[in-house]
C-alpha cells in the first residue's frame, strides 16, 4: 500500500497492520490501486455502518486486507469524542502540522513527534480512556518535547485549559489519574 | 474545529425551539437554542442558572415558595406549569388515596404500582425502562434500594421536602419512591403531603393522563370528548393497549375528522354500543359535570361513567 505513489505519514506499524494518514485529494487513487493490487475493502468498525457519527466533515475511514495485513486508512487524524460514538477531526493546525514535515524511518515516513504526540494523548484519552504502557514509555522517550512550544500550541487546541495541567501530571508520571482528572476538570 | 472533550448535559424542545447543553472540557459551557450559541465559564454559568432560579421564584406568586428548596428533577417535570401554581398546602392523605404514573404512562394507584410490587419481590425493577430521571450511573434498582434504606434509616421527613401530589386524583409528581417505600414498609397509614393547586384557568396535570386506576385493564372504553385530552388519552391507550376503545363521541362530531380508524360519532349513539365505561376526557370541570348529567339522562349507569 506504501507503493500507491501517493503522499502519507505511517501513524502506527507492526507485521499485520498499518495505520496511515493519507491525503482525501487522493482517495480514489488508493481505491483504484487497491483494487487493481487486489487488496479486499472490509468495513471498518469504526463506521456510519457500525452506528458511529463522523463529525466535522470527518471522512470516513478505510480499511483494506490482503494477506492477512490489515490497512487501516485515515485521511484526517481523528478523535475520539467522549460523546458516545462520536468520531472528530483534530483540529486543523494538527492537520496542517501533519503533512509540513515528515520523520524518516526506515525509508517510511511517519508524523514528526510534535504531532504524533497530540495525536498519542487525544488516544489515549478520548479512545482508551487510560494510557497503555506501551504509550507511556513512548510518551516519557519523547518528553523533550513537551516543553516545545509549537507541541504545546497544537495541544491546547485539543485540551484548552486543561492543557497545562495535563503537562504537568504527564511531567509528574501521574499517567494513572489524567483521565479522571480531566473529567474533573474545572478552571475555565 | 470542536472540542472532542465534549459532553451533553441535557436537551430539550422548548416551544418549538430546539435547546441543548453542552459541556465542553476546557473551554467552556455551550448553551445552544436553534442557531444560537451562548458560552459561559463554569462560574458564569452557575451565575445564570442561580439568577433562573430566582425567575423561577418570581414566576410563582407565592410568599414562601422556594424552588431551592425542590428535588431538581421535580422542578425539571413541573417547570411547563409552575406559573399557574396558585396554593401549595399541607394535607393528610393515606397511602391508597395515592395515584402515579406507571411506567407506561398510565395513571395507577400507588398500591399497584411497580415500586411496591418491587419491593414485595413480585416483578424486577430493572426489567422496568430505566427512569430518566435517574442520577448518572443509578439503576432503578439502586434508586429505589437506595430510597428503602434512606425510609428505614431517616423515616418520612414531613418538612418541605415530603411527598408532592397534584390534582383531584392525587397525583404524586414527586416521591413516588418515598411513598412506595412508605406502603411496603408501613402499609395504608396517613401521612402529610404537599398538595399543588393550580389556577382556575389551568388544566390540571393529572387530566392529561389516562385515569387508568379507575378501570380494569382490557375493559371495552367510550371516549368522550376528541379535544386535546381526549386525543391524549387515545395516544396513551393505542401506545399501551391498556384498553380498547369501542367507540369515539364527541358533541362536536359534524365537525371533526376522523382520527386513525375512528368516526367521531354522536353522543347519543353510546346506547348502542357495547362497552364496560364511559371516559369524559374534557378538563373543563364545568362542561365535564354537565356531560355526566347527559350520559345518566341518557340512560348510562353513573358507575360507569369515568368523570
Known amino acids: 500500500m506504501i507503493n500507491a505513489n501517493v503522499e502519507y505519514r505511517l501513524i502506527s506499524y507492526s507485521d499485520y497492520n498499518y495505520t496511515m494518514l493519507c491525503k482525501e485529494e487522493n482517495k480514489a487513487d488508493i481505491l483504484e490501486y487497491a483494487k487493481l493490487q487486489g487488496y479486499q475493502i472490509i468495513t471498518h468498525p469504526i463506521s456510519t455502518h457500525n452506528g458511529y457519527h463522523f463529525g466535522y466533515n470527518l471522512t470516513e475511514f478505510i480499511l483494506l486486507k490482503k494477506q492477512q495485513v490489515l490497512y487501516e486508512i485515515f485521511f484526517q487524524l481523528p478523535s475520539f469524542s467522549l460523546t458516545d460514538r462520536y468520531i472528530i477531526p483534530l483540529d486543523k493546525i494538527i492537520q496542517n502540522a501533519a503533512w509540513t514535515k515528515c520523520r524518516f524511518i526506515e525509508e517510511k515516513k511517519y508524523l514528526i513527534p510534535e504531532v504524533e504526540m497530540v495525536y498519542r494523548l487525544a488516544s489515549a484519552i478520548f479512545r482508551d480512556k487510560t494510557f497503555k504502557s506501551a504509550n507511556v514509555d513512548w510518551i516519557n522517550e519523547y518528553s523533550y518535547i513537551l516543553n516545545n512550544d509549537e507541541f504545546v500550541d497544537m495541544l491546547s487546541k485539543v485540551f484548552f485549559k486543561y492543557t497545562n495541567r495535563l503537562l504537568f501530571l504527564i511531567k509528574e508520571q501521574q499517567f494513572l489519574n489524567i483521565f479522571e482528572d480531566y473529567l474533573g476538570f474545572s478552571q475555565y | 474545529m470542536s472540542n472532542p472533550g465534549v459532553i451533553k448535559l441535557a436537551s430539550e424542545k422548548i416551544y418549538n425551539h430546539n435547546v441543548w447543553l453542552d459541556d465542553n472540557i476546557g473551554e467552556s459551557i ?122 428505614k434509616e431517616h423515616g418520612y421527613e414531613m418538612s418541605d421536602n415530603c411527598i408532592t401530589v397534584v390534582g383531584r386524583n392525587n397525583l404524586i409528581i414527586d416521591g413516588w419512591h418515598r411513598a412506595s417505600c412508605l406502603y411496603y414498609l408501613n402499609g395504608d397509614i396517613k401521612l402529610p403531603v404537599k398538595k399543588i393547586y393550580f389556577k382556575e384557568d389551568f388544566v390540571p396535570l393529572d387530566e392529561f393522563h389516562f385515569p387508568g386506576f379507575k378501570i380494569p385493564q382490557n375493559s371495552k372504553v367510550i371516549l368522550y370528548g376528541a379535544g386535546k385530552i381526549g386525543q391524549m388519552y387515545y395516544n396513551q391507550i393505542k401506545k399501551t393497549n391498556y384498553c380498547k376503545v369501542v367507540a369515539w ?51 348510562i349507569n353513573s358507575k360507569t361513567i369515568i368523570i
Request: with cysteine.
Open chain 2, 30 to 151: 455551550h448553551l445552544h437554542i436553534d442557531d444560537w450559541r451562548f458560552d459561559f465559564s463554569i462560574n458564569s454559568f452557575e451565575i445564570f442558572t442561580r439568577e433562573l432560579t430566582n425567575v423561577i421564584n418570581n414566576l410563582v406568586s407565592l410568599e414562601d415558595f422556594d424552588v431551592n428548596k425542590w428535588d431538581i428533577r421535580f422542578v425539571h417535570q413541573l417547570s411547563p406549569y409552575i406559573k399557574y401554581i396558585s396554593k401549595i398546602n399541607k394535607e393528610e392523605c393515606y397511602l391508597s388515596k395515592l395515584n402515579v404514573l406507571n411506567d407506561n404512562g398510565i395513571m395507577i394507584n400507588l398500591t399497584e404500582c411497580s415500586r411496591v410490587k418491587a419491593l414485595q419481590g413480585t416483578i424486577n425493577i430493572n426489567d422496568t425502562k430505566n427512569r430518566a430521571s435517574n442520577w448518572i450511573n443509578e439503576t432503578n434498582e439502586s434508586r429505589l434500594t437506595n430510597c428503602l434504606e434512606y425510609i
Open chain 2, 249 to 299: 363521541v364527541d358533541a362536536c362530531y359534524n365537525s371533526i375528522k376522523p382520527i386513525d380508524d375512528y368516526s367521531i360519532e354522536d353522543p347519543k349513539v353510546i346506547p348502542t354500543k357495547d362497552f364496560d365505561y364511559v371516559i369524559i376526557a374534557i378538563g373543563n370541570m364545568i362542561i365535564k359535570n354537565k356531560v355526566h348529567s347527559f350520559l345518566t339522562n341518557l340512560g
